[in-house]
Nanobody
Framework: QVQLVESGGGLVQPGGSLRLSCAAS????????MGWYRQAPGKQRELVAR???????NYADSVKGRFTISRDNTKNTVYLQMNSLSPEDTAVYYC??????????WGKGTLVTVSS
C-alpha cells in the first residue's frame, strides 16, 4: 500500500503563487510516475502535471509555463509550484501515484481557491 498526503492548498489572489506538496509513504519503491490532478466544481478530474521516476515531465496545456512539478526522491515528496494563478485554477488538487504494473493511488485532495 501507498499513502499520499497533500498539503499547501489555500486561498490566493489572482496572479499569486502557491506550492503544493505530496508526501508518499508505504511501499514507495513501487511508485513509478507521480502527478497532480485537479477537479473543479461540476467538471471532471483532469491531469495537471506528471513526473516519472526518470524525471520526465508532462503538463496540461492550460498550465504550461505557469506550473512546475518536481520530485525529491530523498524526501519521497512531489511538489507543484503554481504561479500566475487565475480563478480558473480553482479546484481540489489530488496527488496521484502510479505503480509500474498500473496500480493507482490517490491522496484525499487539497483545495486551491483563487479569488480576490
Amino acid at each position: 500500500q501507498v499513502q499520499l498526503v497533500e498539503s499547501g492548498g489555500g486561498l490566493v489572489q489572482p496572479g499569486g503563487s502557491l506550492r503544493l506538496s505530496c508526501a508518499a509513504s508505504g511501499r514507495i519503491k513501487s511508485i513509478d510516475a507521480m502527478g497532480w490532478y485537479r477537479q473543479a466544481p461540476g467538471k471532471q478530474r483532469e491531469l495537471v502535471a506528471r513526473v516519472t521516476s526518470g524525471g520526465s515531465t508532462n503538463y496540461a496545456d492550460s498550465v504550461k509555463g505557469r506550473f512546475t512539478i518536481s520530485r525529491d526522491n530523498t524526501k519521497n515528496t512531489v511538489y507543484l509550484q503554481m504561479n500566475s494563478l487565475s480563478p480558473e485554477d480553482t479546484a481540489v488538487y489530488y496527488c496521484h501515484g502510479l505503480t509500474g504494473w498500473g496500480m493507482n493511488y490517490w491522496g484525499k485532495g487539497t483545495l486551491v481557491t483563487v479569488s480576490s
